[in-house]
């Protein structure tokens, strides 16, 4: 079976924001560096700061593209929350919130997987635990992709669909690539 896209999706930018660049050394996107998690529940541990988790939130079906049994225009909110810890916390949040929103600016079809993700705000954070503070940037996306409902057992979307305006929508289906078994 098929993973369901949001998860494919979650997996996709947890990838880009840990995988470095081709450089000798290598560098990462964001200070986290392979401390990105493609989860809501991960544990958080000090010692291991700057770190980042990806999870979805909620999403709606356009109205325009919401077809029983065909085609449908997902909008889906996607988080990326960055900690950081101690006297540098806000600033290492601030630091990792424009990484991270840099390295997804640099790349908003994810690899060709959705047809946009944007960045719609940022909220910070701050919690104090004893001796501890801990900060975190909230990142908020916007990502829009289409699937196609097929029928099998479980009523998961079975196909993502993929294709970039001008070539998107109702009559260009046939230039779609199917994208469920890249991850």
């Known amino acids: 079976m098929a993973a369901h896209p949001r998860k494919i999706i979650r997996a996709a930018v947890a990838a ?3 995988t470095p660049d081709e450089s000798d050394p290598p560098v990462f996107p964001t200070s986290a560096k392979a401390r990105f998690y493609d989860s809501r529940d991960f ?3 000090v010692r291991t700061m700057p770190v980042g ?5 909620d999403e709606r079906i356009d109205p325009d593209y919401r077809h029983d049994g065909g085609v449908r225009r997902r909008i889906m909110e996607l988080r990326v929350e960055f900690y950081g810890v101690g006297d540098a916390g806000a600033e290492a949040v601030d630091d990792g919130a424009f990484e991270v929103e840099s390295a997804i ?4 079809t994810i690899n060709k997987l959705v047809e946009w993700c944007t960045l719609t705000g940022t909220a910070i954070a701050f919690a104090e635990q004893g001796e501890v503070s801990l900060w975190t940037a909230i ?3 916007e990502v829009i992709y289409y699937t196609h409902m097929a029928a099998d057992e479980t009523g998961r979307p079975t196909t993502v669909l993929l294709g970039f305006d001008p070539e998107t929508g109702p009559g260009n289906e046939p230039d ?3 994208v469920t078994d890249v991850i």
């Open 16 to 18: 880009l924001l840990v």
């Open 176 to 178: 779609y690539i199917d």
């Open 139 to 141: 990142l908020t996306f």
């Open 43 to 45: 544990s958080l541990d």
């Open 53 to 57: 988790v990806v999870y979805s939130g």
């Open 105 to 108: 600016h640099a790349n908003p």
